[in-house]
């Protein structure tokens, strides 16, 4: 028996007005997704526990089979894993963001005011070259004994502190697109140092060249560091003890790499692979199916969806779905078939909607196809969030689909 995960980060969402009361995945059109529905077992899936966060962190660890409650020390930690960076016992790591401040029109803020605005989560999706070089400067400026930061991919990079304090509590730039900033800066333990960076971080990367090309070139310069998500090292056991089976997690982005890690799982790094709408989908697709001829199973993450969520791009989002529908769905189907026995799982981490333009903690739908026809049930005409209304097959603890998934091979 092969396994296969194909995950869309954030596809579910919200009856928008501008499809008449649809959801993007309901106005989307995916073939592939539907015959899935309709062949398949579907599941209303509680992937975020009562009182976590709704991030990808928790959500994908809960789909991979992992309690949150159990498991969960903080999202850092996970991308620390995938960066390569060794966390010792009482080192702490923080999310360091490079984001775009806007103080009024201007977008060259010269201090950490309160009023200033959220503009872009993602400094404008600066490219990994621009950012490795972003970083660098702000570790050189700022770093110390006890801090360090380390590049990782566009706007997405890490901090150290050792013996560093986590109970801070720290926002995502994501939730707060076009707020203001002074309501939402770190707070509680620890909050004095974080600030502390976050503000000089403005003068290091307001005098940077790679700031002062990006404006000139009209984009959107990424003019200061944001620090969040943070944790210790985690401990949990790899799918070969814990299911008896080998595997490989194929990502854009180092959150869902580094809980492949930790799994015990092999990383396939597709070229192309970007975590926003131009990514490589057939890449992906294609380096799934290889790495099946050796390994059980593989879990596939398509971050697109997500990204076109939190910008509130309603066309980029039906866009990701529909292309992760034809080019990863549709050929990941087609090419299981020559494994003989196999099973794919179809689902989302949590919604994404655009109105919030942030995570949710609603239920998402889920679609289990057994190519040996072991596992039956009432599937669905169409593939989107009314599963989660009609399906009869509901685990309000997310993790255990994973256990329903993996049983009876």
Not at 20 to 37: C, I, S, W
Not at 248 to 273: H, M, W
Not at 306 to 315: P, S, V
Not at 393 to 404: A, P, S, T, Y
């Amino acid at each position: 028996m092969k396994y296969i995960v194909l995950l869309g980060d954030g596809m579910a969402d919200r009856p928008m007005k501008e499809l008449d009361g649809k959801t993007p995945l309901q106005a989307a059109r995916t073939p592939n997704m539907d015959r899935l529905a309709q062949n398949g077992i579907t599941a209303k899936v509680q992937t975020v526990p009562g009182g976590y966060p709704p991030g990808s962190d928790v959500a994908n660890l809960s789909v991979m089979g992992y309690d949150p409650k159990k498991f969960y020390t903080g999202r850092s930690p996970l991308e620390a894993a995938s960066m390569g960076v060794e966390l010792a016992p009482t080192d702490v790591a923080y999310r360091c963001n490079v984001v775009t401040l806007r103080n009024g029109d201007s977008l060259e803020p010269t201090s950490l005011s309160s009023s200033l605005i959220m503009d872009d989560f993602s400094g404008g999706h600066i490219s990994t070259e621009e950012a490795r070089e972003l970083i660098l400067a702000v570790d050189k400026e700022l770093g110390s004994e006890s801090v360090r930061f380390h590049p990782g991919v566009s706007y997405r990079h890490l901090m150290v502190w050792k013996n560093g304090l986590e109970l801070a509590k720290c926002t995502p730039p994501h939730d707060i697109s076009g707020k203001a900033i002074g309501d939402h800066l770190p707070g509680g333990e620890g909050m004095a140092m974080l600030r502390d960076l976050m503000t000089r971080s403005i003068a290091v990367l307001g005098n940077h060249e790679v700031n002062k090309k990006r404006i000139a070139k009209g984009k959107k310069p990424a003019n200061c560091i944001w620090l969040w998500g943070q944790g210790r090292k985690p401990s949990m056991p790899t799918y070969k003890e814990k299911y008896g089976l080998s595997g490989a997690v194929i990502s854009a982005v180092d959150l869902t790499k580094g809980l492949g890690i930790y799994a015990g799982f092999e990383v396939l790094n597709v070229p192309g692979a970007t975590g926003y709408i131009d990514t490589n989908y057939s890449g992906k697709a294609e380096y799934a199916l290889k790495a099946l001829e050796t390994v059980d199973y593989v879990y596939l993450h398509v971050e697109a969806p997500d990204e076109a969520g939190h910008n509130g791009d309603l066309k980029a989002k039906i866009q990701a779905i529909e292309d992760f529908d034809a080019k990863v769905v549709g050929a990941v189907v087609e090419g299981m078939k020559r494994f003989g026995d196999h099973r794919i799982l179809v689902m989302p981490d949590h919604p994404t909607p655009i109105e919030i333009k942030t995570h949710s903690s609603d239920p998402v739908p889920a679609i289990v196809f057994d190519s040996t026809g072991a596992l039956k049930g009432k599937g669905a005409a169409t593939y989107d969030e009314g599963i989660v209304t009609s399906s009869r097959l509901v685990f309000e603890d997310g993790h255990r689909l994973m256990d329903f998934f993996i049983g009876d091979k």
